[in-house]
């Protein structure tokens, strides 16, 4: 089933209705073999406005700050504000997370660099991490193949080229696929979430029935009983019909008010207050690995999205290597040397 | 012959007892010295480089010790391209993408935020609410109902290959996206 057309009209209302000032952002970390890191951000916005406390990622007053504006082939004008800056080490980037006022600034990010001899290279590591944000979910790997997987984390330029692309229908029943299988997993995160702080909250006042183990154990006939009244949740919850099913009659009207505060905490925790930006990292010599996506110039991408950190950190690592010439050099003169001398004796004694 | 021989034999005797007469005998010992003291060898020579630098491959356990460390780094350097190529080429089959990426939110993800809102009775962090939730509301039951129609009009399309064909040329001309019912 087609819906592009519907799913765009619908994206263009939630658009409209969801939409904030906050501009599209790529940060660009330009790793060093020293370890400093030069880091670049663009901003794109369709109004001239660029508030700290919109932008995705820490950024002050001691940027070098460029703005220009362009036009773009639909004839509208984008502004754009590029900032760079030198970070000495990867610990000034992490006191910059710390100190963040942005818009993302309830997440915890990190950043890690490691350089490491190995006589004939040298390997570069550099990493930014965000950690994991529920403390009861599942990792959505349980819910994916590995295929699905790739595609969750690939960026949506690429999902819509291939969708449009030749194999368009192979790449559009992957979609719908990993749309199921994520919704299944955020059902269950939802539940198991609900279950964890409504366990908390009935500690010591409930039975051996409303311990986590024991809800634990019936946590996919709960996810079932949603799924199947995901469009009257709201009046079956309210009127105690969901509460009942699950807990039993007495529990449901004796812990009605625990019930309801666990789902306003779990409401709260699951909407994470986060902007949506693509990092990209250039690492030095030749690239030799990465869990992200990479362009014809070496340059990596990844997408940052809320449910990339949902359940298990989201880590966006690299590694690159630089031969090491002087040991190429002292090495083959070694072997030469040895070679010759156990040549010299091999005549000698002939 | 007798007389001959004796003479002969008694001129090489007093020839032996006799001394040698040494005029400049300072002059002999500096030339003995300066002969003994000469170190032998000390002309530069191919061969005498040649021991010099392998001299030690007459001692068993450096020879032995200098072609276990040849073998050593020959192994590390094959081990260590060899991971690193297949990294490469484990890399080189990655995606690869040539434009920039957008951050703009997609469709399946608004879906799945409307999906948690309505499961999730409906609370939204008041800092994320931009307006009221009685027009939200109305929204969401907007978008439910034009998927509904949606899903009605994909339906009727289906059953009809004259109207499919006829709105896919309709969608050719308007949209160069190539969008296939």
Redesign the interface.
């Known amino acids: ?11 263009l ?3 409209m ?2 939409s ?1 000032d906050e501009p ?3 940060v660009t970390n330009y790793v060093h073999t020293d370890g400093s890191v030069t880091r670049k951000i663009e901003m794109r916005n369709t109004k001239n406005k660029f508030e700290l406390s919109d932008i995705q990622v820490p950024i002050d007053s001691t940027w070098t700050v460029k703005d220009s504006c362009e036009i773009n082939v639909k004839g509208d004008t984008i502004w754009i504000r590029r900032a760079v800056k030198l970070f000495k080490n990867v610990d000034d980037i992490n006191l910059s997370y710390r100190n963040d006022s942005g818009a993302n600034r309830e997440i915890s990010r990190k950043a890690a660099f490691r350089k490491k001899f ?4 040298t390997e570069y590591s550099f990493s930014e991490t965000i950690d994991k944000q529920l403390s009861f979910g599942y990792p959505v790997k349980n819910f994916l193949n590995k295929e699905e997987l790739l595609y969750f984390y ?6 819509q080229e291939k969708e ?1 692309g030749p194999d368009s229908l192979k790449f559009r029943a992957l ?1 719908e696929s990993v ?1 199921l299988n ?2 299944n997993w ?2 269950k995160n ?1 539940v198991s979430m609900w279950i964890g702080e409504f366990a908390k909250l009935t500690e010591g006042k409930s039975g051996y029935d409303l311990k986590m183990d024991s809800l634990k154990a019936h946590e996919d006939e709960f996810v079932s009983l ?1 799924k199947a009244n ?2 009257t ?2 009046s079956l ?1 309210a009127n105690g019909f969901l509460l009942k099913e699950f807990l039993g009659e007495a529990n449901a009207l004796k812990y009605k008010t625990e019930a309801d505060t666990a ?2 905490v ?3 925790n ?2 994470i ?1 986060f902007k ?3 990092v990209r990292i250039a690492m030095p010599g ?5 869990n992200g ?4 110039t070496d340059l990596l ?1 990844w ?1 940052v ?1 809320s ?1 990339y950190f949902l359940t298990e950190p989201y880590e966006m690592w690299a ?1 690159s ?1 630089i031969p090491n010439r002087w040991a190429w050099i002292v ?1 083959g003169l ?2 030469a040397f ?5 040549t ?2 091999v005549i000698k004694k002939g | 012959m007798k007389p001959e021989s004796e003479k002969y034999n008694k001129v090489l005797e007093i020839l032996r007892k006799s001394k040698p007469l040494l005029n400049s005998t300072e002059d002999i010992e500096n030339k003995v010295v300066a002969r003994i003291s000469r170190i032998p060898g000390s002309e530069i020579t191919l061969t005498g480089i040649i021991d010099f630098m392998f001299g030690w491959v007459y001692i068993g356990w450096v020879r032995r010790s200098m072609i276990a460390a040849s073998m050593v780094l020959v192994m590390v350097f094959i081990y260590q391209q060899s991971v690193v190529l297949k990294r490469i080429n484990y890399l080189n089959r990655q995606i690869v993408i040539i434009e920039g990426e957008t951050t703009t939110t997609p469709a399946d993800e608004i879906e799945r935020r409307i999906m948690i809102y309505k499961l999730s009775g409906r609370i939204l962090p008041s800092n994320r609410l931009i307006i009221s939730e009685k027009q939200l509301d109305q929204l969401l039951e907007s978008v439910t109902e034009l998927q509904g129609k949606y899903k009605d009009l994909l339906n009727l399309i289906q059953e009809d290959p004259e109207l499919k064909n006829y709105i896919e040329k309709k969608l050719k001309e308007t949209d160069h996206t190539g969008i296939k019912l």
């Open positions: 089933m087609k819906n592009k057309s519907f799913k765009l009209i619908v994206s209302i939630i658009m209705v969801v904030c599209e952002t790529v190995k006589w004939f290279n690939s960026p949506d330029n690429v999902k449009n979609n749309k994520t919704d955020t059902y939802l949603i995901e469009k949740f709201d919850w789902l306003s779990v409401t709260r699951y909407f207050d949506d930006y693509s030749k690239l030799i690995g990465t996506f990479v362009d014809s991408l997408p999205k449910d590694l290597k090495s070694f072997l040895v070679l010759t001398g156990v010299i004796r």
